[in-house]
């Protein structure tokens, strides 16, 4: 997986991985970040943009 890969070539570890085998809804776990990777439908669905919509935003580069 792209995101994996590039983490782990600048000496980021993922700790867990969970969904992979189902592949519609990742969830990464980096510790002090976790990662959502949602097909589009699954993403619509569970509305995870809403339901944190008060948090505050981060740029990642």
């Given at each position: 997986?792209?995101?994996?890969?590039?983490?782990?070539?600048?000496?980021?570890?993922?700790?867990?991985?969970?969904?992979?085998?189902?592949?519609?809804?990742?969830?990464?776990?980096?510790?002090?970040?976790?990662?959502?990777?949602?097909?589009?439908?699954?993403?619509?669905?569970?509305?995870?943009?809403?339901?944190w919509s008060d948090?505050?935003?981060?740029?990642?580069?």
């Amino acid at each position: 997986m792209y995101v994996r890969d590039e983490l782990e070539g600048i000496g980021i570890h993922m700790q867990g991985i969970e969904g992979e085998q189902s592949g519609t809804w990742i969830v990464m776990d980096y510790g002090d970040i976790v990662l959502h990777v949602f097909l589009e439908a699954a993403r619509l669905y569970y509305d995870i943009d809403g339901l944190w919509s008060d948090a505050k935003r981060a740029v990642i580069e």
